[in-house]
């Protein structure tokens, strides 16, 4: 496996999928390597480092990552139009840019959701056995 994506390459692949409606091995594999060389920039590595330090370990989490960014550069694959475009990097890369955020985004969702849900089972436990909940924003006068 070629570790290098040259857009010339990109593209004749690309043409070679909208000729034949089936995705080639080597366009497969230029997705991954986009997907896993994307995953170990500095913004995205830091964020799995993060993440990993709540519930994970790094190799699944960077792994499910990817994986992620592959997945939707093939979903995405028909709406690239060979006729206007001439630079399939830039627009797979920001496909899988716009994925990892999406990816971070919805971590960071459920760990409101669940901080949230913590809380509420903490103020009715609290309400049911009688216990006054602490009020900690109180106005001084």
Not at 54 to 77: D, Q
Not at 93 to 105: E, K, P
Request: proline share 1%; with cysteine; aromatic share 14%.
């Amino acid at each position: 496996m070629e570790n290098y994506i040259s857009n010339k390459e990109f593209l004749k692949e690309l043409h070679v999928f909208h000729d034949e409606k089936l995705i080639s091995k080597r366009l497969h594999e230029m997705f991954y390597i986009l997907a896993s060389r994307i995953s170990r920039k500095k913004c995205w590595y830091a964020k799995i480092c993060n993440m990993t330090i709540k519930n994970r370990e790094i190799n699944e989490t960077k792994s499910e990552l990817i994986h992620e960014g592959y997945y939707k550069c093939i979903l995405k694959i028909k709406s690239f139009d060979i006729e206007t475009r001439e630079n399939p990097f830039s627009y797979f890369t920001s496909i899988v840019h716009n994925c990892y955020r999406d990816f971070f985004a919805l971590d960071i969702k459920h760990d409101i959701l669940s901080m949230k849900a913590k809380n509420d089972y903490k103020y009715k436990f609290q309400m049911r056995y009688g216990f006054k909940p602490i009020v900690t924003n109180k106005v001084e006068e």
